[in-house]
């Protein structure tokens, strides 16, 4: 079931914000292209917030040992990581920003 997590607005273009949805880290993310994304939080290399780290075009880099994951897949696409991060269904309904972290959609 899809919980709501934030405001369109709150997300602006390259940027990624952090929000928990039943107890899941979950990583809120806008590309270059305005698309919003939803994908696991945490750098499976370093057990790092990946929301804290840097969208450039379709993926999001951790800022610790700067591994990137594809925003669609959740797979790595530099080392030090090598395990993909889930990746969720996310919408937006009248301005709201909605999660649904029951099926990782990449799987």
Known sequence: MATKVCSDSDVSVAEAIKVVVDGVAVAVVRDSSGTLHAIGDTCTH?????????????????????????????????????????VFAVSVVDGDVYVDTSVNIAS
């Open 46 to 86: 370093g057990d790092i917030s990946l929301s804290e780290g840097f969208v450039e075009d379709d993926s999001l880099e951790c800022w610790a040992h700067g591994s990137k994951f594809e925003l669609t897949s959740g797979k790595p696409l530099t080392l030090p990581a090598y395990e993909p991060v889930p």
